[in-house]
């Protein structure tokens, strides 16, 4: 059985990279993703950032614009230097827009965003909990009043509502006590690229056992992880794109064989099986170089072409 017949996988849009990425390759790789049967597209959110990096959003609405069918998310925003109200607003816009397809996905983020943003990090968890909230509430009811320890509303109102009902988040974070907040918090949730496969191995066991205490079936809740990789029939030139993406994009030339995948179609396909052996119920592929390419190559390896 073909691995795209046994879990749905994601491809990441062209959005972050060493090198500068070209909008025909962003449009590219959304629409051959679409015909391919992907069933959704991803980004990730590096405002700041010593590399070529879109914003989440205008990316995602590019390709909305381009596509018809795929879904759209990011994984994962930074909730807490954002402005829940701006986010409620952005995100209802993006999946109104493009039909009901928006995946958001969210993130307590690491200490570096708060000095960045000159945002407090007191009480981020606490915060993050409200603007969860307080989002939800925006999308779902007429009118809000919220008052609360850091976001007061009274009796406001978005100028649009999502399509979805609800329109879904995912969490993207992976301490074990973050982990278990996704069972009661989140729709999904997704292991960062950046995470280790033990961490994803030891992460999703966690994850089941809270949502099965918080009465949620974990067969019906997305399990992803993303994976940073790259597929070539000469091992030796998937493994110098990819040592060279955690080199230089993530300053971790480890995390090529701690986090990475790569090697020929026949060594990736394996790897993937791994992947859902553990756990996984949804994979986000995520090439890092020759994306024109690669994502023809990640789709034979899923058993899809076309």
């Given at each position: 059985m073909?691995?795209?017949?046994?879990?749905?996988?994601?491809?990441?849009?062209?959005?972050?990279?060493?090198?500068?990425?070209?909008p025909d390759?962003?449009?590219?790789?959304?629409?051959?993703?679409?015909?391919?049967?992907?069933?959704?597209?991803?980004?990730?959110?590096?405002?700041?950032?010593?590399?070529?990096?879109?914003?989440p959003l205008t990316v995602l609405t590019y390709a909305a614009a381009v596509t018809s069918r795929i879904r759209l998310g990011a994984s994962v925003l930074v909730l807490p230097v954002h402005d829940p109200r701006m986010v409620a607003h952005q995100w209802a816009s993006l999946d109104a827009l493009s039909g009901g397809r928006a995946v958001m996905g969210v993130g307590i983020g690491r200490p570096f965003h708060y000095t960045?943003?000159?945002?407090?990090?007191?009480?981020?968890?606490?915060?993050?909990?409200?603007?969860?909230?307080?989002?939800?509430?925006?999308?779902?009811?007429?009118?809000?009043?919220?008052?609360?320890?850091?976001?007061h509303l009274d009796n406001a109102r978005l100028g649009v509502r999502p399509v979805q009902h609800p329109l879904p988040i995912w969490m993207g974070v992976g301490h074990p006590d973050a982990v278990r907040r996704s069972a009661a918090l989140a729709d999904g949730w997704m292991g960062a690229g950046g995470s280790t496969t033990d961490d994803f191995r030891r992460s999703v066991p966690i994850l089941k056992q809270a949502l099965e205490k918080a009465g949620r079936d974990p067969a019906k809740y997305p399990i992803s992880k993303r994976i940073f990789m790259a597929v070539d029939d000469n091992p030796a030139k998937a493994r110098a794109d990819l040592h060279r993406w955690y080199t230089e994009v993530y300053h971790n030339?480890?995390?090529?064989?701690?986090?990475?995948?790569?090697?020929?179609?026949?060594?990736?396909?394996?790897?993937?099986?791994?992947?859902?052996?553990?756990?996984?119920?949804?994979?986000l592929l995520n090439p890092v170089a020759n994306h024109a390419e690669q994502v023809e190559a990640c789709a034979a390896v899923i058993g899809r072409s076309g």
């Open positions: 073909a691995l795209a017949d046994r879990i749905p996988f994601g491809m990441s849009l062209p959005h972050r990279s060493p090198d500068r990425i070209a390759i962003v449009r590219n790789v959304a629409q051959r993703a679409e015909a391919l049967g992907f069933r959704d597209l991803w980004v990730t959110e590096n405002t700041l950032d010593h590399v070529t990096s879109f914003d960045e943003f000159e945002v407090s990090p007191e009480g981020r968890v606490g915060r993050f909990r409200e603007q969860v909230s307080l989002i939800r509430a925006l999308w779902s009811q007429e009118k809000v009043t919220h008052d609360g320890r850091f976001y030339p480890d995390g090529t064989e701690t986090s990475g995948l790569y090697g020929t179609p026949e060594q990736v396909a394996a790897r993937l099986e791994e992947f859902i052996a553990m756990g996984a119920n949804h994979l």
